[in-house]
C-alpha cells in the first residue's frame, strides 16, 4: 500500500511540474504577444494622431493633384503617383499629411527638386499604371546620377535584373530573406549576359564578397526561374562550408503554381561547397541538390534542403545573376535563439514552436513599419513649412524656377546665402503684385483687402449688389485682383538658366544630404561647351575657396558632350573594336563605352548606344546576343 501511495504521489508531482512547465511556457509566449500587441497599438495610435492633425480623410484615387515642382506645376491623378505602396512617394500624396505640406501661393504642394527629373518620374508612373507585371517600364534616369539621388528620395528603388522582372517575385525574395534576419540591398555583382558564363567568371566576381543570392533562368522555353541564397562567402579553394541560413527556391517553373523557399533540414549541418572547377554547390556532406558547371545546371532532391520541386536531371543556362546581399546581416549565435521547445508531446512542442515562429516574424514586421514610419515623419518634415514665404520664385533670363529659401543658403559663406538670408532680405520683385496687408478700409464698416478678393457671388449679394450683369463684372475684377495677389514674388537672376540650374540643382541635394536624406552629391555634370560659362558664374556666386564645393579640382569637373557630328562618334566605336583586334568573343559594351572617353568622345551611355544601332543597322558591328550589355563584335 505504501509503494503505491508513494506511485501515485510520484505521478502527481511528475504532472504538476508538467502543468507547471507549460504554464510558464505559454506566459513567455502572451507576454511577448501582449508586449508587441502594444507596441503595434502605439504605432498606430501615433499614425491616427497624426492623420487627425496634418491628414484630410476627403481623398480619392482620382483625385487631380496639380504639384510645384521646382516651378514646374506638373498634374497628375492621386492613384497614379501613389501606386508604389510603402515608398514615401506613396505616403507624401496618400493624403495622411496634407496639412503639413509646404504649399505655394495657389495652394499647390511645393517640391524642391529639379522638375524635368519629376516628370520623368510622373511619366513614368503613367506608364506603369497601363503595363502588365511582366512587362513593366525601364525606369527614367538622368544625366551625373542626379536621377538615382531623386529616386531614393522618393523611396523608389528598382532593380536591375533580366531574369525577376515581377515586382512580386522580388518582394517574395526580400520577404524570405528577412525571416531569417538577412535582409538588405541586392547589389548585382556577376550577369552572364554582362560577364560571360563560365565558372572562373562566377568565382572572379562573387568570391570572398559576403552573402549572395544567385538566380537561374533555365532554357525551358515557357520559363523557369530558380536559385540559392548563402550567407556563408564562396571561398576560392574547395571546401564544404555550413550556412544556417542557406536556401533554395523556386519562382517559376517545375509545375508549381506559386514561388516556393526550400529550407535547410539541419541548420548546422554542410550547406554549400565552394569548388572552383564548378559554379555555386548547394549540398550535404552526401548528396547534391544544385551545382552549376559551365553553361549547365544540374538538378537532384534529397539532400541538404526540403522538399525541391525536381527529380534528377540537367538543364541549360539561359541568364545567370548574383547579387550580393548588403544589409546588417545578424550572425548566428545559438544563445541568442529561442531554443525549440522540446520536453512536451510532439503535437504540443510543435504548436509551441511554431507560435514562437509566428512571434519572431510579427516583432521583425513590427520593427520595419516602426522604422518605416519614423522616416516617413523625417521625410515629410523635410517637406514641411508653415511660411509660405520660404519659397523663393526666380526670373533666371526668363526661365522661371522656385526653391526653397534653405536651399540657396546650404552654402553659408556663398552669396546666394546672404542675398535670401530673411535676417537681412527685402522682399525683390516685379512691384507689380498688390500689397494687400497694406490696405486696410477707412471706415470701421468698410471691408479690408483681405475680405474683398473671399467675395463671391452670394458675398456682394449680401453687400447690397442686385443687378447681375454688375454682379459679374465684380465676380471677374476680383477674380483678376485675386490672381495678381497670388503671384509671388520673384527674384531677376541675370545668368544662364543651363549653368544657374546646374548650381540650384546640385544647392538641392546638397541640402538633402544635410539633413540625412540623400548621400554627398557629385560636382555637377557640365557639357563642354558651357564649362567656362559654368566656372564664372559658380566663381560669382561661390567666391574664393568655396567655389571648389561645386567645382573641385580643375581635373574633376565632369563633361557631358553633345554631337553635332555624331559619324565621328561612330569613328570612334569602330577604332575601339580595332584597337582589339584579338577579341575574338565581342566587346562588353562597357568596354566600348570606355575606349570612346579614351579618345575624347566624352558621351553619354544613351549617345553611344544609339551610335550603336546605327552601325548594327548599316551591317558594320553584330551582337553576339541581344541587347547593350551583351557582348558585340565588328561584322
Known sequence: MDQLQKAEEALKAAHDKRESAYDVEIKKLDDVKRGLLDRLHDLNEKKKQCAAVYGDINVSDDDLIEVNVGGKIISAKRGVLCQMQGTRLE??????????????????????????????????????????????PDPPWKDGGEMTQIFTYFGLHFFPSNII????????????????????????????????????????????????????ELDEGEGCVIGGYTNTPWQSTSALMTANKAFLFALEGFGITSPIKMTLKDANGIAVQSYPGHGPIFRNEDRIDMYMTDSY???????????????????????????????????????????????????????????????RALKRDLTSLEERFKDEQQFIESLSSEDV????????????????????????????????????????????????????????????????????????????????????LLSDEIKSLKEKVNQDAV??????????????????????????????????????????????????????????????????????????????????????FQRRPNQHYGLFFEEIFADCHSQGYYATELEVKRAMQHLRDQGLIVSIDEGFRLRWRIN
Open 91 to 136: 505616403a507624401l500624396f496618400s493624403g495622411a499629411w496634407d496639412k503639413k505640406l509646404l504649399r505655394d501661393s495657389c495652394g499647390r504642394i511645393f517640391l524642391d527638386v529639379n522638375g524635368d527629373c519629376f516628370q520623368a518620374i510622373v511619366d513614368f508612373l503613367n506608364e506603369l499604371a497601363i503595363s502588365a507585371e511582366d512587362e513593366q
Open 165 to 216: 522582372k515581377q515586382s512580386s517575385h522580388l518582394n517574395t525574395i526580400h520577404q524570405w530573406l528577412h525571416e531569417d534576419g538577412s535582409d538588405g540591398d541586392l547589389k548585382l555583382i556577376y550577369s552572364s549576359s554582362r560577364d560571360g558564363l563560365s565558372n572562373e567568371m562566377f568565382y572572379d566576381k562573387c568570391g570572398n564578397v559576403g552573402p549572395t543570392l544567385t538566380v537561374f
Open 297 to 359: 545546371v544540374t538538378l537532384k532532391s534529397g539532400g541538404a534542403y526540403e522538399d525541391t520541386p525536381w527529380q534528377s536531371e540537367r538543364k541549360d543556362i539561359k541568364e545567370m545573376e548574383v547579387y550580393q546581399v548588403i544589409g546588417e546581416q545578424r550572425s548566428f549565435n545559438p544563445a541568442n535563439k529561442q531554443p525549440k521547445v522540446d520536453q512536451f508531446t510532439k503535437e504540443i512542442n510543435e504548436a509551441i514552436n511554431e507560435k514562437w515562429k509566428a512571434l
Open 389 to 472: 514665404k520660404d519659397i523663393i520664385t526666380l526670373n533666371v533670363s526668363g526661365t522661371v524656377m522656385a526653391t526653397k529659401r534653405a536651399t540657396l543658403m546650404v552654402v553659408e559663406d556663398s552669396m546666394l546665402a546672404q542675398q535670401f538670408d530673411d535676417t537681412k532680405w527685402t522682399e525683390q520683385g516685379n512691384g507689380n503684385s498688390p500689397k494687400v496687408k497694406e490696405w486696410t478700409p477707412d471706415d470701421e464698416n468698410d471691408i479690408n483687402g483681405f475680405e474683398l478678393i473671399a467675395l463671391d457671388k452670394d458675398g456682394l449679394k449680401m453687400l447690397g449688389v442686385e443687378r447681375v450683369g454688375t454682379i459679374c
Open 491 to 576: 527674384t531677376l537672376i541675370e545668368h544662364s538658366p543651363y549653368c544657374f540650374g546646374k548650381i540650384l540643382d546640385y544647392l538641392r541635394l546638397k541640402r538633402l544630404q544635410s539633413i540625412n536624406l540623400a548621400e554627398e552629391p557629385a560636382p555637377p555634370t557640365v557639357c563642354e561647351s558651357q564649362q567656362k560659362r559654368f566656372e564664372k558664374v559658380v566663381q560669382y556666386y561661390f567666391p574664393g575657396e568655396t567655389s571648389t564645393i561645386l567645382l573641385g579640382s580643375a581635373d574633376s569637373i565632369m563633361a557631358e558632350a553633345r554631337f553635332d557630328d555624331p559619324e565621328s562618334l561612330k569613328d570612334a566605336i569602330i577604332e575601339s
